[in-house]
């Protein structure tokens, strides 16, 4: 950890990016609000930039209190964007690292420098690679997984080849590509029913690239399947199909360190009474309790943490991932997936398992921010 800044040492000036183009744009605002609230600003100037969901980078309200769920309500950039329409820019020259503010009809405006940026994205357009791709090409250090390790905790098809190339155990799946369905639905259909005879309903209807919960549909029967896939295509062209694992779900935070990545106390997600599953309405919004820490054996406890840990480095990731299991009756466990951006609002896990582990909220906030910074000038 760095120490206090000094007249010497000024403060690190973090750029806080949130919001985006996805289905979790509203996720993305809460988790903004929510590390403005915590991050220490006696060590960091904060320059909070939301991503409207048409696209547009904004200045927005440094206001927390603005950025939570509300009555039911979503929040949104649109609605904490300074006024006057104008837009954030980024440099494109890597020996540079001011960002402009331009708006129509006015000279554009220099905001200054940033040290590093805390990109708080879910979803497509954010936590897939195409944010990180961009400051790369920007120069910018941030905090998180890189463009390939991001692009692979996005795509939960690729995500789940390379833990097998690497001898993690996953369940039972198949994808399904866009032109698939698209060209011969029927066929398609086929290649599901057969999946089903071979491993049995109900199944899993998940858009392949989208997170939060969001486009999943839990099938019983050939009834519900062209619904689901429809449902799940309005997220993402292509598709994922997992069959049920029976079993606990089990969920363990990755936290990268000076010394290596570390994996926190695990959490368990008990069943949902009023949810088939733990859908976005149960995380986000009826706020379903974890149990952190996770009820677990020593032996099951350590084991989990060590797979968490294998499965944060067969993807190549960078400062933090939330590992998502399922420990079956057999007492075995199968990665269901990774998170390279989970959720930070007050309610989500992975901030309450690295509590649980002795890693407060704004110390986690901080332990990201320096990891970032280290990465950039080849400290490890």
């Known amino acids: 950890m760095s120490s206090e800044p000094t007249p010497q040492s000024p403060k690190t000036r973090v750029a806080i990016v949130f919001g985006g183009r996805s289905s979790e744009h509203a996720v993305s605002v809460v988790t903004a609000g929510a590390v403005l609230r915590a991050i ?3 060590r960091y100037d904060v320059l909070p930039i939301g991503i409207t969901a048409d696209g547009r980078w904004a200045l927005t309200a440094d206001d927390p209190d603005r950025m939570a769920f509300t009555d039911r309500e979503l929040p949104s950039v649109a609605n904490i964007a300074e006024p006057g ?5 980024l440099p494109v020259d890597p020996g540079r690292s001011d960002i402009v503010y ?9 905001l200054g420098e940033v040290d590093v940026v805390l990109p708080l994205l879910h979803g497509p357009y954010g936590e897939d690679g195409t944010l990180q791709g961009l400051l790369e090409l920007s120069g910018v250090p941030y905090v998180g997984a890189g463009v390939l390790s991001s692009a692979i905790g996005m795509d939960k098809e690729y995500m789940k080849r390379v833990f097998t ?4 155990p996953v369940g039972p799946y198949l994808a399904l590509r866009p032109r698939e369905w698209e060209r011969d639905a029927a066929a398609a259909r ?6 089903a005879g071979e491993h049995g309903w109900p199944l899993f209807v998940k858009p392949a690239r989208a997170g939060s919960s969001l486009g999943i549909s839990r099938v019983t029967s050939l009834a519900g399947l062209d619904e689901a896939v429809e449902e799940a295509r309005r997220h993402d062209p292509k598709i994922i199909v997992e069959s049920q694992l029976s079993g606990r779900e089990i969920e363990c935070g990755v936290l990268e360190f000076e010394d290596g990545p570390r994996a926190s106390l695990p959490a368990e997600i008990p069943p ?6 733990y859908d976005f309405e149960a995380k986000y919004i009826d706020s379903a309790e974890g149990i ?5 054996t020593g032996e099951q406890t350590e084991r989990v943490r060590e797979l968490a840990v294998a499965a944060f480095d067969a ?7 939330r590992a998502d299991f399922f420990l079956q009756h057999d007492g075995e466990f199968v990665i269901n997936e990774i998170n390279t951006m989970p959720g930070f609002t007050p309610i989500s896990m992975f901030p309450r398992m690295w509590k649980a582990t002795g890693v407060d909220y704004p110390e986690l906030v901080d332990r990201l921010i320096q990891a970032a910074l280290r990465r950039s000038t080849g400290l490890r």
């Not at 329409?85 to 820019?89: D, R, S």
């Not at 190339?165 to 993690?168: A, I, M, P």
């Not at 086929?190 to 999946?195: A, E, L, P, S, T």
């Open 40 to 42: 220490d600003r006696t």
């Open 85 to 89: 329409g104008g837009g954030v820019l």
């Open 102 to 110: 331009a708006e129509p009809g006015s000279v554009p405006k220099d």
């Open 165 to 168: 190339s690497f001898g993690l």
């Open 190 to 195: 086929k290649r599901i029913v057969d999946f």
């Open 272 to 277: 949902v009474s009023a949810h088939e599953f």
């Open 292 to 296: 952190v820490p996770a009820p677990l």
């Open 315 to 321: 993807a190549s990731c960078e400062g933090l991932v």
